[in-house]
C-alpha cells in the first residue's frame, strides 16, 4: 500500500496524519484520503516530547513528499498526545489502538496493546471501543518487564522471544513482581538453570498476567495482539497459550496507534466539513513548534 | 472576622490554607478535636463546645515519615494522614475521635495514638453490619463516647445542647443538599472542583460558621453571571474519598462533574438525623444506616433462603437511583483509591448496578499521589470517548 509521492501534491488531494507518542517509541502514520499508508516513521521518544514530534513528522513529510500545510487534519495520541502543538486534536490511544486495529482486522473482538510502559485490553464493536483495562500500576505485565529482563542476561530484546521456543522445560516464575521476578532468575541461572528455559517461564509470566487482564473486560474472537511486545514472537505463542484462542498480530503492531490516529483525523475532518464547520488551518508551521513554545500556531 | 473575604472567596482561602481557623479558636482557647472519617458523630462534639476538624490526607505531600509504621501497600489515604500528623500538621489538636470504619483506618489510628500525644484520644468500635443488634451496639459505643468526653471537658454532655446540635449539623446537610440543587442544571452553575473546596472548607470550620459560609456561597452561586461551562457529559463520581480539586480538574477537563459520591462529596450530607427520644440512638441511627460507605454490609438478602441480585443491589445502591435521574447523569466513573478493599469489591455490583440503570460506567483505580495523574487523565478521557 505504500507509496511514493513526488512533486507537488495534486490539488484538492487531502492528506491526514497520526501521531503516537508512547512512553518509549514515537510512530507517525501519515495517509490520504483512502487511508493508504504514505509514510511511517518511528523514533525513539526521549525526554523532549515535542522535539521529537516535530522530527519524526518532518521525517514523514520529507518521505511523502508533502509539506505540513498539505496535511487536512491531525490527531496526536499516546501519553505524550499533549506535546503535540500542530495537531488539531487529541484522543487516547485506546480510541486510537481499537480504529487502526479494527481497519486492519474488521473482525477483531478484543484488542490486547502491551507497550512500554502500560498494558491496554480494548473490546471493540463495530470498528469502536467500547470499553478497557489499563494496567500500569508498575512494570509487570508491560514490556519493560522484558526490557529489564533482557539486560539482566546480557541478551538483546529483539533475540529472546526465540531464545525462549528453544526452551527444553518451562520453568514456572512465580513473583510477578519485575524486581523480585529478577532476583528469581538470577537465582534460577545460579543454579544451572539454562537461559532459554528461564526466559519461557517469564513470557508465560508476562502472558499470564496480561491474560488475566483481557479475562476483566472476557475475551472474545478474534482477539489481536499489538505494541512493540507483539513482536516477540515467544510472547505471541505465550499468549495463544494464556488465552485459549488465536492471537493475530499486524504485519507492523508498533504503528496502530498512529494509524487510527490518522483514520481518526479523516473521520473528524469529514464530520467537521459535513456539519460546515470551521476546518483546521492549513497555515501550521512545524518549525516553530519548539519544546519550550506553549503557544499554538 | 468584619473584614474578612466572603463566600467562595473565602472557600478558596480556607481550602489553601485549612487549619488557618482552627489555629485562630485555638488561640482563643477552644479545643480542636481532630476526626479522620466522616462516620465521627461531630455532633457530640460541637454540643460540648468542642470544633471538630476533620484530618484529611494531603496528595500534595511524599509519604516519608509514615514509612516508619506502614507500610507502602496499605490505604495511601490512610499514610498520608498519619504522614501528616507525624509532620506535626495537625499540632493545634487537643484530640482525636477515631473510628472502625474500615480496618486500615482502625491499625492506623492505633499507631496514630501510640506517635502521638494528644490529651484525649478516643476509638469507636463502629459494627459493619446495619441489623438491629448492630444499632444497639453503636447507640452503647457512642454512651462509651459521651463518658470520655464528659470526663475531658468536665462537663455534662446534656439532651438540650446535643439536640441544638444536631439541629444545627441538620442544617448544614440541607444547605450542602440546596447547593447540590445549583448542580442540576445544564450547565451547572458551580463546578465539581468548586464543589470540593467548599466541603473541604466546612470539614476545616465549627458547624455554624460553615452554616454562614454554606449561606453565602448558596447565594453567590445562584446570582453570578460566571460559572461552569457546559461539557460532553454530566458524570456522577461513586469513590472513597475525592477531596483534593487536581483530581477533580483532571475528571472536569472535558466533563462535568456533577455528583461527588464520596467521602469528600455528598455522602455525609445526603440523609439528615432523625431526633427520637434518645437523641444517641438518633445519631447512631443517622451514622450507621444511612451514611453509604462500603465499608458497611447491606445484603438485603442476609439469613433469606433464596437469593435476589436485583434486590440486593437495590439495598446496597439504591440511593443512586435518584441521583442518576434528578442530575441526569450519563456517565459513572467508579474510582478506586489504590488498596481500598471495601471499594474495590463494590465495583463489579455496582457497574451491574449502573447498567440497569443504563448509564455507562467505568471502573479507574489511581494512586493518591497529584504527581502520578496522567493515566488517570487517559483512562477518563478514553472512557468519554466511548460514551460520547
Known amino acids: 500500500m505504500r507509496q511514493s509521492v513526488s512533486g507537488n501534491p495534486p490539488a484538492g488531494a487531502l492528506y491526514f496524519a497520526g501521531i503516537d507518542i508512547g512512553s518509549t517509541m514515537t510512530k507517525v502514520v501519515l495517509t490520504d484520503e483512502h487511508s493508504n499508508l504514505l509514510a511511517v516513521v518511528k523514533g525513539p521518544t526521549g525526554p523532549e516530547h515535542r522535539r521529537l514530534a516535530n522530527e519524526v513528522m518532518r521525517q514523514a513529510l520529507e518521505h511523502a513528499g508533502l509539506s505540513i500545510g498539505d496535511i487536512s487534519y491531525i490527531v496526536a495520541t499516546g501519553y505524550g498526545r499533549l506535546n503535540v502543538p500542530f495537531a488539531d486534536r487529541q484522543i487516547t490511544e485506546l480510541s486510537c489502538h481499537a480504529r487502526g486495529v479494527s481497519s486492519l482486522f474488521p473482525k477483531v473482538r478484543t484488542a490486547i496493546d502491551i507497550g512500554g510502559q502500560d498494558a491496554k485490553c480494548m473490546r471493540i464493536a463495530n470498528g469502536r471501543l467500547v470499553d478497557f483495562v489499563m494496567n500500569d500500576r508498575c512494570a509487570a505485565g508491560t514490556g519493560r518487564f522484558l526490557e529489564v529482563t533482557a539486560a539482566t542476561l546480557g541478551i538483546k530484546l529483539e533475540d529472546m522471544g526465540a531464545m525462549s521456543l528453544r526452551a527444553t522445560r518451562r520453568i514456572k516464575i512465580s513473583s510477578m513482581c519485575t524486581i523480585f521476578a529478577q532476583q528469581e532468575v538470577v537465582a534460577l541461572l545460579s543454579q544451572g538453570e539454562q537461559p532459554e528455559n528461564v526466559l519461557a517461564g517469564l513470557h508465560d509470566a508476562l502472558a499470564s498476567r496480561v491474560a488475566a487482564l483481557a479475562r476483566r473486560l472476557g475475551i472474545e474472537p478474534d482477539v489481536v495482539l499489538t505494541g512493540g511486545v507483539a513482536k516477540n514472537i515467544g510472547m505471541v505463542k505465550a499468549m495463544r497459550q494464556s488465552l485459549g484462542v488465536e492471537v493475530l498480530v499486524p504485519e507492523e503492531p508498533l504503528i496502530t496507534g498512529a494509524l487510527g490516529a490518522a483514520i481518526l483525523a479523516k473521520e473528524a475532518y469529514a464530520r467537521a466539513a459535513a456539519a460546515g464547520e470551521t476546518l483546521p488551518a492549513k497555515s501550521r508551521r512545524l518549525e516553530e513548534a519548539t519544546f519550550f513554545s506553549q503557544e499554538q500556531p | ?388
Open chain 2, 1 to 388: 472576622m468584619t473584614d474578612r473575604s466572603t463566600g467562595l472567596a473565602r472557600v478558596g482561602e480556607i481550602y489553601s490554607n485549612r487549619s488557618q481557623r482552627a489555629r485562630e479558636l485555638k488561640a482563643q482557647g477552644k479545643k480542636i478535636i481532630g476526626y479522620p472519617c466522616v462516620y465521627v458523630p461531630l455532633e457530640m462534639l460541637t454540643a460540648l463546645g468542642l470544633v471538630p476538624y476533620q484530618t484529611c490526607g494531603d496528595m500534595k505531600e511524599p509519604v516519608t515519615e509514615a514509612d516508619r509504621a506502614l507500610p507502602g501497600s496499605f490505604c495511601p489515604v490512610m499514610r498520608s494522614c498519619l504522614d501528616c500528623a507525624l509532620k506535626n500538621k495537625n499540632n493545634f489538636l487537643d484530640g482525636m475521635v477515631t473510628i472502625h470504619s474500615c480496618d486500615p483506618q482502625e491499625k492506623t489510628c492505633r499507631v496514630w495514638e501510640s506517635y502521638t500525644n494528644y490529651p484525649y484520644f478516643h476509638f469507636i468500635d463502629m459494627p459493619i453490619s446495619v441489623r438491629p443488634e448492630a444499632l444497639e451496639y453503636f447507640r452503647n459505643q457512642l454512651g462509651d463516647l459521651k463518658k470520655t468526653l464528659e470526663a475531658f471537658t468536665g462537663k455534662k454532655l446534656s439532651v438540650d445542647a446535643l439536640e441544638a446540635a444536631i439541629k444545627s449539623h441538620n442544617r448544614q446537610r440541607t444547605l450542602v443538599k440546596e447547593l447540590y440543587e445549583l448542580t442540576k442544571p445544564s450547565p451547572p452553575r458551580i463546578s465539581g472542583t468548586e464543589m470540593v473546596q467548599v466541603l473541604k472548607a466546612l470539614v476545616s470550620l465549627p458547624v455554624e460558621e460553615g452554616n454562614d459560609l454554606l449561606t453565602e456561597c448558596i447565594s453567590e452561586v445562584k446570582n453570578r453571571t460566571a460559572g461552569p461551562q457546559k461539557k460532553a457529559a454530566r458524570l456522577l463520581i461513586w469513590s472513597s474519598t475525592l477531596d483534593d480539586t487536581d483530581v477533580v480538574q483532571v475528571l472536569e477537563d472535558k466533563a462535568n462533574v456533577v455528583m461527588n459520591e464520596s467521602c469528600g462529596g455528598i455522602r455525609a450530607y445526603r440523609a439528615a438525623v432523625k431526633f427520637t427520644s434518645d437523641p444517641l440512638k438518633s445519631l447512631a441511627d443517622y451514622y450507621l444506616n444511612e451514611i453509604t460507605c462500603a465499608r458497611t454490609f447491606r445484603q438485603a438478602t442476609l439469613g433469606e433462603t433464596k437469593k435476589d441480585y436485583a434486590r440486593d443491589l437495590q439495598s446496597r445502591f439504591g440511593y443512586l437511583k435518584g441521583v442518576v435521574k434528578q442530575w441526569n447523569i450519563n456517565g459513572a466513573i467508579l474510582l478506586l483509591v489504590r488498596y481500598c478493599d471495601p471499594f474495590a469489591f463494590e465495583m463489579p455490583s455496582l457497574r451491574d448496578y449502573f447498567e440497569s440503570l443504563g448509564v455507562p460506567s467505568t471502573y479507574i483505580e489511581y494512586n493518591y499521589t497529584v504527581g502520578a495523574l496522567a493515566p488517570l487523565r487517559t483512562r477518563v478521557e478514553a472512557f468519554l470517548e466511548t460514551i460520547g
